[in-house]
């Protein structure tokens, strides 16, 4: 599934935003991984922001750009999924 969408991304030109890194943060996703439903957990700079899931992580600090590109990323992949 990772390789899904950051291959998508990379064809419509955001290999920018999805950069090729990972990391062992626990995060929203961790269930649905555990019981073997495919998951991607797609999150900005986290680790450097200082206010991930605090109640300063508000609407404000979003991206309305970026949150299109993701949303572009997912409709696309998406389709690949209902393509196979």
């Keep these: 599934m ?3 969408i950051w291959n998508t991304a990379a064809k419509l030109g955001y290999s920018a935003l999805f950069l090729n890194e990972s ?3 626990q995060d929203d996703h961790d269930s649905f ?3 073997d439903v495919p998951s991607v957990d797609v999150i900005g700079d986290f680790v450097n922001n200082g206010y991930w899931h605090t109640p ?3 609407l404000d600090k979003i991206s309305a750009k970026t949150l299109a590109i ?3 990323v ?3 992949s998406v389709k690949q999924l ?3």
């Design 74 to 76: 997912f409709l696309e």
């Design 23 to 25: 990391s062992a943060a």
């Design 70 to 72: 993701v949303g572009h």
């Design 82 to 84: 209902q393509a196979k």
């Design 2 to 4: 990772v390789d899904l």
């Design 33 to 35: 991984l555990k019981r």
């Design 56 to 58: 300063q992580d508000s």
